[in-house]
């Protein structure tokens, strides 16, 4: 009983977890790019209206800090590009009634005047959470990012997305590390509660 329970609860997290494709952006590694509306890159498409960026963290002498700017690896998103605000989005395959918690790192463009950026996350096109990030001195060391996350319900496929509110002279928020975990039912939880305490007891 204790080993069909035990299976049962792991194979829920095999399928039910690291469902993000590339969610610190750093495929394909061929340095900064420009996304326009409706291309995919990396895994991830663009929603638009405009294009998003990804940015890569090296030295550039017109963004002071750029090369410590990243959150986790070497690139992270800049939700605007050159023109409006944008987004984008991923599909992504997961247990239909499965609950999850979406996380990310969110920042904001830190290179011109402080400013407060805005932005949703979406799934299947309604707003899971709505957050803002209000940007410091214009250098990379200064973008402090901030753990964020939302709980979502999964369908089978469904679509994720994250969309600037707000733009200011091609400066966006700005993300990255996003992760997706399942979230255990109660009933699980606790079969893993007894599990442990199982054996712990049994290796007395």
Known sequence: MRSLALVAILSLASAASA????????SPNLGFRSVANG????????????DIEFVQTVVAGHLPGLEVSGYDGQYWIDLCGVGAASGLFQMVPTIAGQAY??????????????TTFNMNVLWNGQVAGTFSHTT??????????????????GTGLDRLEFRALNAIAARGPAIDDVQMRPIP????LAMGGVLALAGVRRRR
Not at 39 to 50: A, E, R
Not at 101 to 113: D, H, L, P, R
Request: hydrophobic share 35%; glycine share 16%; aromatic share 10%.
């Open 19 to 26: 469902q993000i494709v590339n969610g610190s952006f750093e």
């Open 101 to 114: 918690e979406i996380s990310f790192a969110m920042a904001g463009n830190v290179w011109g005047t402080p």
């Open 136 to 153: 410091g001195q214009a250098h990379g060391s200064q973008m402090n990012w901030t753990l964020r996350d939302v709980t979502v319900t």
């Open 39 to 50: 291309q995919t890159y990396g895994g991830w498409t663009c929603s638009g209206p405009n």
């Open 185 to 188: 039912a109660p009933g699980m």
